[in-house]
């Protein structure tokens, strides 16, 4: 595709945009944005934010970058926490992460600034790096990057989050499928540092969830 295609499916996309809302829906924030979700998620094209809600407008203060991870770009989760005092904090990772794959396989090759981002994530990886059977791990270090994020999240808050001002979750975007609860689903794997599926399916953070809706979107990966 080339540039002319690229800018014109811009100038197509945003003017099916501004045509499907009105100047009431821009009315409502134009002054100051009041979201109510801090999400770290990845920078990866396949995870869209329409993924997670149809419209993110003033819902979603959404951070970044490679490995959806908290230390690289920290001052912009402290901004969503303390600034715009969202009362969730979400991890987002998701099926086929290229941060973890590189990480996994070795990255000499790579540039200082990748480089740089990705040895955040050495804690978590460390024990995996060029393990040969790197595929069958992949998902499995992935989920475990969800966990390290919140249990940093959950010291760097942790105030907030004993006293009820915060929660923090970790979902997993499956498009592969691999927790075999269907294509495109997102997963909660983890709340406030707390792992265990029962445990979870009675946090009052789900009380307004179907039974049903828990046992789609509630889970962690098969051994």
Known sequence: MNISEIIGQIIDGNNQFTKAHNKEY???FKKEQHPYITLVTCSDSRVPLNALMNDTS???FSIQNIGNQILSTEGSVDYGIYHLKTPLLMFMGHSDCGAIKAYLKGFETESYGIKHELDFLRPVISDHINNQDFESLHAHVIEKNLDYQVNIAFKKYK??????KLTVIAGFYDFRGEFGKGQGTIVIVNVNKK???GEMHNMPAFSEM???QKEIHIGRLPC
């Open 26 to 28: 821009f009315e409502s």
């Open 58 to 60: 003033n819902k979603v």
């Open 159 to 164: 105030d907030l989050i004993l006293s009820g």
């Open 195 to 197: 792992k265990g599926i």
């Open 210 to 212: 179907t039974l049903e």
